[in-house]
């Protein structure tokens, strides 16, 4: 079993981009290559700007690079947003700002993908799977208003018998089909999309980690051999940078998500478990998640550590709760096994704002990243531009700071979610 991952092994597009090396200058500055910053670069050079983006790494290396590759409307934070809203806005619009930003970041991505060729594995088809008898009324709920609103004809509910006519696995009480969600190969779409933004004038840099932002009218992104100054500086970088501590940091803390993919399923296994090329993920506040990969391997993940600490295992602790979900897979081989960090938020709600007038950041998507990725970068690049709106939905929502620093919030985090898996494992 290799280190790399999956999706780093079977990438399309093997681009390497030289590091800065020189002092330039550009309109914005975008810290950070995967989804976040990608795709605001992308949407501030289709609104005419000059922009260089800086990637530590490789683009996509990161969080982009490394998740299950789902695209649901599970936005994070989704309740906090909306509670906070409310009192602003009104009931009525605050709902409907929350509902209808579910599903921006799909529509994003479809158009990503039209418009510009990018060939990402992508396939519609999602089950909400229910842990318990219990939590379907949750899932029928949420296909209730699915139903007011419209999207009605995209979801199904299941019942346990549905479910396994969809999934030949013994877990689930039922669960709710959604047609309008996705999975796709993210590396994939993340590099796509960063040839489009190089077509439109982007200049990208990698291996080009931030060692400091010099603020100021014409603030400047320094590098170890060159620098960027610019009119403005968008941070994209997530659970991966330590820029700007004065303002952000003990407010986001790492998880590390445990990934694996198997070696290629025979053409009668993959049919046999998902018959529909559906993904997965389950009801539980800490889940299991997987789906099919365009190669017929099984990428299961699941059981975040909310130390913020890799696990020394990953197959050895997930190969468990596969064999469980799917005993015909019992002893299968697992090719690839891998971790990413994703920031987590307390309140879930995605992190905006700026740490000087015209220094901006956006971070914190607690797990949900593909699609609020595509949704904040369209928020990010209407408010450099000068559209608040959106933006100052997130912006306002107060951010708590753990005045212990970050090592005492992580504990307080993991111990949070250790209670939660201790409730479900119970059945509480």
């Known amino acids: 079993m290799t280190n790399e991952t999956y999706y780093s092994a079977s990438m399309r597009d093997r681009t390497e981009r030289d590091a800065l090396r020189d002092q330039i200058v550009a309109d914005i500055a975008v810290i950070g290559g995967g989804f976040t910053g990608v795709n605001t670069a992308l949407e501030l050079a289709e609104r005419g700007y000059s922009v260089a983006l800086l990637e530590a790494e490789r683009i996509g290396w990161g969080a982009t690079g490394r998740n299950g590759g789902q695209v649901t409307g599970s936005l994070s934070g989704d309740t906090a947003l909306q509670k906070h809203l409310t009192p602003r806005i009104g009931a009525n619009a605050a709902a409907d700002f929350v509902w209808g930003l579910r599903w921006q970041g799909h529509d994003t991505i479809r158009a990503r993908?039209?418009?510009?060729?990018?060939?990402?594995?992508?396939?519609?088809?999602?089950l909400h799977a229910a842990w318990r008898a219990s939590d379907m009324r949750e899932l029928r709920s949420f296909a209730a208003e699915a139903e007011r609103r419209g999207m009605g004809?995209?979801?199904?509910?299941?019942d346990r018998d549905g479910v396994q006519e969809a999934l030949e696995t013994p877990l689930y009480e039922g669960g709710l089909l959604n047609r309008n969600n996705m999975h796709l190969h993210p590396l994939d779409l993340c590099r796509g999309e960063a040839?489009?933004?190089e077509s439109l004038g982007v200049r990208i840099f990698e291996q080009s980690p931030v060692t400091g932002i010099v603020q100021g009218d014409h603030p400047i992104v320094k590098?170890?051999?060159?620098?960027?100054?610019?009119?403005?500086?968008?941070?994209?970088?997530?659970?991966?940078?330590?820029?700007?501590?004065?303002?952000?940091?003990?407010?986001?803390f790492p998880a590390a998500l445990g990934n694996m993919a198997t070696e290629p399923l025979t053409a009668e296994e993959a049919r046999a478990i998902n018959p529909h090329n559906l993904a997965v993920y389950d009801t539980r506040f800490v889940l299991d998640y997987y789906?099919?990969?365009?190669?017929?391997?099984?990428?299961?993940?699941?059981?975040?550590?909310?130390?913020?600490?890799?696990?020394?295992?990953?197959?050895?602790?997930?190969?468990?709760?596969?064999?469980?979900?799917?005993?015909?897979?019992?002893?299968?081989?697992?090719?690839?096994?891998?971790?990413?960090?994703?920031?987590?938020?307390?309140?879930r709600v995605p992190m905006l704002g700026r740490t000087a007038p015209n220094i901006w950041y956006a971070q914190g998507y607690s797990g949900h990243g593909?699609?609020?990725?595509?949704?904040?970068?369209?928020?990010?690049?209407?408010?450099?531009?000068?559209?608040?709106?959106?933006?100052?939905?997130?912006?306002?929502?107060?951010?708590?700071?753990?005045?212990?620093?970050e090592r005492a919030g992580q504990g307080m985090l993991a111990l949070g979610m250790w209670w939660y898996k201790l409730r479900e494992a119970i059945g509480v």
């Not at 004809?153 to 299941?158: I, K, N, P, V």
Request: charged content about 15%; hydrophobic content about 45%; overall charge neutral.
């Open 195 to 197: 040839k489009a933004a």
């Open 113 to 126: 993908v039209a418009r510009y060729g990018i060939e990402c594995d992508l396939v519609h088809g999602h």
């Open 370 to 405: 593909i699609a609020t990725s595509h949704i904040v970068a369209g928020v990010m690049a209407e408010a450099v531009a000068g559209t608040m709106d959106r933006f100052d939905h997130f912006a306002n929502v107060p951010h708590a700071k753990n005045p212990f620093g």
């Open 291 to 347: 789906r099919l990969t365009a190669d017929r391997r099984l990428l299961f993940g699941g059981g975040a550590n909310y130390s913020g600490k890799a696990s020394a295992d990953i197959a050895g602790e997930l190969r468990p709760a596969l064999e469980k979900t799917f005993p015909r897979l019992a002893g299968i081989g697992i090719d690839f096994a891998w971790s990413g960090q994703a920031g987590i938020v307390p309140n």
């Open 223 to 252: 590098t170890a051999s060159g620098q960027v100054t610019a009119n403005t500086v968008v941070l994209c970088g997530g659970a991966y940078h330590r820029l700007e501590p004065g303002a952000l940091g003990g407010r986001l």
């Open 153 to 158: 004809e995209a979801l199904a509910m299941l």
